[in-house]
Structures are given as C-alpha cells and as structure tokens.
C-alpha cells in the first residue's frame, strides 16, 4: 500500500515538471511583438 502511494507521488511530479517544461518552452518561443486577434468579440491588440 505504500509502495503505491509513492509511485502515485512520483507519477504526479513528472506529470508537473513535464507540464512545467511545456509551459516555459511555449513562452520562450512565442514571438515578441505585438498580437492582434480579430473574433466573434471584436478586435482586440496585445503587446508581448
């Protein structure tokens, strides 16, 4: 029974750094600049 509770605290952990890892590789790699989106709301500008 512990042995299972410490695979489940392990398996949580390498779900939170893989998803950690995605999380900053997408931010490093977005372009800098500014976005423009144009949608059912309207228009609407960000800077990055």
């Given at each position: 029974?512990?042995q299972?509770l410490l695979?489940?605290?392990?398996g ?7 998803a950690?890892?995605i999380?900053?590789y997408?931010?490093?790699t977005r ?8 949608d059912d ?5 960000q800077q990055?």
């Amino acid at each position: 029974m512990r042995q299972n509770l410490l695979y489940l605290i392990i398996g949580a952990l390498v779900v939170v750094i893989i998803a950690l890892g995605i999380y900053i590789y997408r931010e490093q790699t977005r372009p800098k600049g500014v976005e423009l989106k144009i949608d059912d709301k309207g228009i609407s500008i960000q800077q990055n």
